[in-house]
């Protein structure tokens, strides 16, 4: 059975950093990884699709990797800002059931 | 372009009480899924649709049926409310089978007393 972790589970920081938040899988037979954004009492935004045959995409500010092998993902955002603060999951859509499964979400924070 | 549309936004049942979400999507796709997320959790797969007539359960199927009737609506229905049923309900829509955006609404709160 596929799972997904995230670490860590909170995150605070001062505006300006560089961070990374990371997603672990335990089946890596899978046709993508999503990235989304979850702001309080809001749905999801999907904000990056990796397909299994890529190692990273790029939007702005963010770039996520992922290592399909090791069952691991990285959601890297540079120069963070307070706009950036929300929750963050992840998610894989496995072979076995074409389904989005979810990890439990990074709650950031990003301070002025 | 609304997307995926959800009714009520907020809602408390009495235990027993029964009530059907609404999803709706303007985007003429034919996945449609049904998601809850407990507090601190991800979300869980309630039950989905791959086009209209046609549904399946998902992770956490039971106290709920769905129906799919047309391509836009994907009602969830909740029969005898319980406790246990106290979420956040998200109906969500991707654009293909696979490796395609998932589209989300804004969620219904769900409180079961």
């Known amino acids: 059975k596929q799972e997904v972790t995230q670490i860590p589970a909170a995150l605070s920081v001062p505006e300006g950093e560089n961070l990374v938040l990371n997603c672990s899988f335990t089946?890596?037979?899978?046709?993508?990884l999503q990235w989304f954004r979850q702001d309080p009492g809001k749905g999801l935004t999907s904000l990056l699709l990796i397909q299994s045959s890529q190692r990273e995409q790029t939007s702005g500010r963010l770039n996520a990797s992922l290592d399909k092998s090791s069952g691991r993902s990285t959601l890297y955002i540079a120069a963070s800002q307070p706009g950036d603060s929300a929750t963050y999951l992840c998610a894989v859509q496995s072979y076995n059931t074409d389904k989005l499964i979810f990890g439990t979400g990074t709650r950031l924070q990003v301070f002025p | 372009n609304a997307g995926v549309t959800q009714t009520p936004k907020f809602r408390i049942l009495k235990i027993g009480q029964s009530m059907t979400l609404q999803c709706t999507q303007d985007m003429n796709h034919n996945y449609m899924y049904w998601y809850r997320q407990d507090p601190g959790m991800g979300l869980k797969l309630i039950y989905y649709?791959?086009?209209?007539?046609?549904?399946d359960k998902g992770e956490v199927p039971n106290g709920y049926n769905v129906s799919r009737s047309t391509t836009e609506d994907f009602p969830l229905r909740l029969e005898l409310a319980a406790p246990s049923q106290t979420s956040v309900y998200f109906c969500?829509?991707?654009?293909?089978?696979?490796?395609?955006?998932?589209?989300f609404g804004q969620g219904t709160r769900l409180t079961v007393v």
């Open positions: 089946d890596s037979a899978i046709y993508n």
């Open positions: 649709s791959v086009g209209a007539g046609i549904t």
């Open positions: 969500a829509s991707p654009s293909g089978r696979r490796n395609t955006e998932a589209f």
